[in-house]
């Protein structure tokens, strides 16, 4: 069953396709819209009137809050060390590694594409362009583009912002 019984799903959330989506132990706050194969994972949260495009992943550490919008195929990450195995050739277990948390800020828009690494704070309001890739925080408001993404001056954020107003 894709959407698993551990789920907490606030008033009103819209699951397009919920056979598509695969859920477990996260929560989904009030009002808020997951687009077919999108992945939750265990330990997540997604706060109230949030949008997330098709093809996402949101795993385990990373917590979205209120009305953030998350376009197609974003993808966040959550152990800056990743490895199939320990030293000594067995597979990882859980106690082989640690959850790096990430927040998304109440109100942040991530473009499409785009590739959150773990760590990282991006703060209320902030836009990430389509398909930059984010490697350091991102302040309250600011706009965010390429690879890896960097702060974008006035003149150039103008662009990034209509395109996140496109496909919003």
Same mark, same amino acid.
């Given at each position: 069953?894709?959407?698993?019984?551990?789920?907490?799903?606030?008033?009103?959330?819209?699951?397009?396709?919920?056979?598509?989506?695969?859920?477990?132990?996260? @929560?989904?706050?009030?009002?808020?819209?997951?687009?077919?194969?999108?992945?939750?994972?265990?330990?997540?949260?997604?706060?109230?009137?949030? =949008?997330?495009?098709?093809?996402?992943?949101?795993?385990?550490?990373?917590?979205?809050?209120?009305?953030?919008?998350?376009?197609?195929?974003?993808?966040?990450?959550?152990? =800056?060390?990743?490895?199939?195995?320990?030293?000594?050739?067995?597979?990882?277990?859980?106690?082989?590694?640690?959850?790096?948390?990430?927040?998304?800020?109440?109100?942040? @828009?991530?473009? @499409?594409?785009?590739?959150?690494?773990?760590?990282?704070?991006?703060?209320?309001?902030?836009?990430?362009?389509?398909?930059?890739?984010?490697?350091?925080?991102?302040?309250?408001?600011?706009?965010?583009?390429?690879?890896?993404?960097?702060?974008?001056?006035? @003149? =150039?954020?103008?662009?990034?912002?209509?395109?996140?107003?496109?496909?919003?």
């Amino acid at each position: 069953m894709p959407i698993a019984k551990d789920v907490k799903l606030g008033r009103d959330v819209r699951i397009f396709h919920p056979d598509l989506v695969n859920l477990y132990g996260c @929560s989904v706050g009030d009002e808020t819209k997951l687009g077919t194969f999108v992945e939750v994972q265990g330990g997540a949260h997604i706060g109230a009137r949030c =949008k997330v495009s098709s093809h996402s992943f949101i795993c385990e550490g990373v917590t979205v809050e209120d009305e953030v919008f998350i376009g197609h195929g974003v993808m966040f990450t959550n152990d =800056k060390y990743p490895r199939a195995t320990t030293a000594d050739g067995q597979p990882q277990g859980p106690a082989d590694w640690t959850v790096e948390p990430t927040r998304v800020g109440k109100g942040a @828009s991530i473009g @499409s594409n785009a590739t959150i690494l773990c760590g990282i704070n991006i703060g209320a309001g902030a836009i990430v362009g389509a398909g930059a890739v984010v490697t350091k925080d991102v302040p309250a408001g600011a706009v965010v583009a390429g690879v890896p993404a960097r702060i974008l001056p006035p @003149s =150039k954020a103008e662009a990034v912002i209509a395109g996140v107003r496109r496909t919003a």
